[in-house]
């Protein structure tokens, strides 16, 4: 049976207790229905995992003994960068969690002339705390112990800012004929270290943001003759190139 992983956001020491919040006592104890002296992994976001015990079943306010830690070895070598067009709300949340499960570094948020949201300062900070939330239950769930970095929303005009100017830079257009195999073999050497894939939203990109893009040094690549839904371009593309490059 796998263990039950769980993010705990404070510092944790071998040898110490610690108590966990009351949502996270709940999901152990009501939920999972886990007893007294099982083994709990707790990680806090700097890449070790903590292998506790439970020293009781109390559902509001869980005690574990910290027994031990280990570096996790569940991130990827090849850091990529997810540039995500706004997308309406189920959508979005599932690009976010696909992508952290399957090893995305950053996640840039972009609002795009097709993009269908107008948001408001309070709407932006309640979606960013519940998209985080998802980036750290995916982590919970495959293992990783890094939370990938979610930017605050920005327009695509402001994403150079954002940007590592060493990195491979694509962007998702259907109507390129360049594949990710056929880049050059110096872009596949920079490839080994840092990519950073820009994807557009529902309607996909225009051709002004196509061209911002290309003068902001992105390659424009197609993925296969299918056009893919926004929700399904960036875990697919990101899968790709964990198998050409990264860990797959």
């Known amino acids: 049976m796998p263990v039950t992983r769980i993010y705990h956001p404070e510092s944790l020491r071998c040898g110490e207790t610690v108590q966990l919040n009351a949502d996270a006592s709940s999901h152990l104890i009501r939920v999972l229905r886990t007893k007294l002296n099982s083994p709990v992994i707790l990680f806090n976001g700097d890449g070790f995992e ?16 910290i027994n031990s830690k280990i570096a996790s070895g569940k991130e990827s070598n090849i850091n990529i960068t997810l540039i995500q067009g706004l997308s309406r709300q189920h959508r979005m949340e599932f690009t976010i969690q696909k992508s952290v499960e399957l090893g995305v570094n950053r996640i840039v948020p972009v609002i795009c002339e097709r993009s269908n949201t107008k948001l408001t300062e309070d709407q932006r900070i309640k979606k960013l705390t519940h998209w985080r939330k998802i980036a750290i239950s995916a982590c919970e769930q495959s293992g990783r112990s890094i939370i990938p970095d979610l930017t605050e929303i920005t327009v695509l005009d ?25 880049l050059s073999s110096h872009q596949t050497a920079v490839a080994a270290r840092y990519v950073e894939m820009c994807i557009g939203p529902e309607g ?25 839904r926004t929700e399904t371009a960036g875990p697919a593309v990101i899968s790709a190139l964990q198998m050409l490059w990264g860990d797959f």
């Not at 020293?55 to 869980?62: E, H, I, R, V, Y």
């Not at 996909?204 to 893919?228: H, M, V, W, Y």
């Open 50 to 65: 903590y292998h506790c015990t439970t020293l009781d079943d109390n559902a509001k306010k869980t005690l574990l003994s």
């Open 204 to 228: 996909g990109l225009t051709k002004d943001e196509i061209a911002f893009l290309e003068n902001s040094q992105f390659t424009n690549i197609c993925f296969g003759p299918r056009i893919l």
């Open 158 to 182: 402001n994403v150079n800012q954002l940007l590592n100017r060493d990195a491979l830079k694509l962007v998702l257009n259907p109507e390129s004929n360049l594949s990710l195999k056929q």
